[in-house]
């Protein structure tokens, strides 16, 4: 009987192989879907999740991440990484990374979904196969969340993200998150011609339109050449617990908050690794501890960043906040830069 069987070939689902395979786990992964897979993300990693991914023998191409910067109309404030650099990856460089990772490491990946999850006492029934532990690691809609009925109705205002790749030269190492009256813009530098453009909002609106309520950075991609444009949401996504019997969840399918804050792969990465280490100890149960010590700061931080988005005069406040108080920006910063 197989050890481990993960469902889902995205960034984490993959690391979680990594994981199970040098822990001496019989692995394999399931995704549906061939070649390389996009997700509409910031495509920025921290220097917390660029060292979890070196750790695992991962080291993706893309373009320097210095710190973050906060833009708004008139003013803006930046905060450099203390501990090193982060790195601007494309989501599909970053998939190619992984996945050549675990093709070496001999697990294999069937292209084909799971259906049907039978919980016994002893083993987990997949499909009809009997495997020892399942994790499922297939995205923010996940539907074995569903398929297992841990989903839970998120009550909160929808929020959803757009993203494209603009072919113009980055104009600084800097993560830039622009702030408008509709929502955020954030800008990640991802190869030396070429940056990823996301924005976040309340508002269901084409990109262009989104993209006119941020003027000081349309000023900058001066009518460059935009790439196709992928969506996400609505992001607020509640899961009632990680673990249920041998099966537990991990990365956006255990439950996400936003992409505010922008460190998903470091804590997808340490929900990984802990996951790993509840199978292999033989006590899965011990997993939801250990998800709500990796995900309690990034939680705790989001939600308040993003309580204070929904009241108009409090966005207003946010970016002058910062620069008045740059010790503290920066303390933010560090901390979700910071490993998981």
């Keep these: 009987m197989r050890d481990l069987l993960i469902a889902g070939g995205g960034p984490v689902g993959l690391a979680t192989a990594l994981y199970a395979a040098r822990a001496g786990l019989d692995v394999a992964v399931r995704e549906p879907r061939a070649g390389s897979i996009d997700k509409a993300c910031g495509e920025g990693l921290m220097p917390g999740a660029l060292a979890a991914l070196r750790d695992l023998g991962v080291d993706p191409a893309g373009h320097e991440l210095r710190g973050i910067r906060y833009v708004d109309r008139s003013r803006e404030v ?56 399942l994790v499922a690691a297939d995205g923010l809609h996940s539907p074995l969340r ?4 841990l989903d839970v109705t998120a ?22 998150v622009h702030w408008s009256p509709v929502g955020e813009a954030y800008v990640t530098p991802v190869a030396d011609d070429r940056v990823g453009v996301a924005v976040l909002s309340t508002v269901r609106r084409p990109l262009p339109d989104l993209l006119s309520s941020f003027p000081r ?20 996504q509640r899961a009632r617990r990680r673990v249920v019997g041998r099966v537990l969840l991990v990365g956006d399918a255990a439950g996400y908050v936003d992409a505010l804050t922008g460190e998903g792969i470091a804590v997808g990465l340490a929900q990984a690794r802990a996951a790993v280490e509840a199978v292999r100890s033989g006590r899965p149960a011990g997993y939801e501890a250990a998800w709500q010590r990796i995900t309690r700061r990034h939680d705790l931080m989001t939600a308040s960043l993003l309580a204070a988005t929904r009241r108009p005069a409090l966005r207003r406040r946010i970016v002058p906040a910062a620069a008045a108080l740059p010790r503290a920006f920066d303390a933010a910063v560090n901390a979700l830069a910071s490993p998981a």
């Excluded at 292209?111 to 049907?116: E, G, L």
């Excluded at 569903?146 to 009925?149: Q, T, V």
């Design 78 to 133: 930046e905060a450099a990484f203390r501990h090193g650099p982060g790195r601007g990856v494309r989501r599909t460089v970053l998939h190619d990374a992984l996945r050549a990772a675990v093709d070496a490491a001999g697990v294999p990946v069937e292209q084909r979904p799971v259906r049907t999850v039978g919980l016994r006492a002893d083993h987990v029934s997949v499909d009809g196969e009997p495997v020892r532990h």
């Design 146 to 149: 569903r398929m297992l009925g």
């Design 155 to 176: 009550t909160t205002t929808r929020r959803y993200g757009l993203r494209c790749h603009v072919d113009v030269a980055p104009w600084t190492a800097f993560v830039e």
């Design 217 to 236: 950075l349309l000023a900058h991609l001066d009518d460059a050449p935009v790439g196709a444009v992928r969506g996400a949401g609505p992001l607020r």
